[in-house]
């Protein structure tokens, strides 16, 4: 039982993070994606959280997209140790 339960939470976790790294911007929450907030009949000054953008950054989006690219630059230099060590031995 315990071990479906931890399989779902990984699971969970695991489409989260696909999520953040597929759309790391959402709308912002504060304006709904307006980008102004109503303040009175006329006056609609923009949003102080997306500063008009209507997007803000999702949470967690910007450490998953650093692991992704320490990951890929690991690689990287993994694939050309590995080229250097190839061309080096007769």
Do not use: W
Request: aromatic letters at 4%; hydrophobic letters at 30%; glycine letters at 10%.
């Amino acid at each position: 039982m315990s071990a479906h339960l931890v399989l779902a939470v990984l699971a969970i976790l695991a489409a989260r993070v696909g999520f953040l790294y597929l759309a790391p911007f959402g709308p912002c929450p504060k304006c709904k994606g307006t980008g102004h907030i109503k303040r009175g009949p006329r006056r609609r000054p923009v949003c102080p959280r997306c500063k008009g953008q209507r997007r803000i950054q999702r949470t967690g989006s910007r450490t998953v997209h650093r692991l992704a690219r320490k990951i890929r630059h690991g690689r990287q230099a993994a694939a050309r140790y590995q080229q250097e060590d190839n061309n080096g031995t007769p």
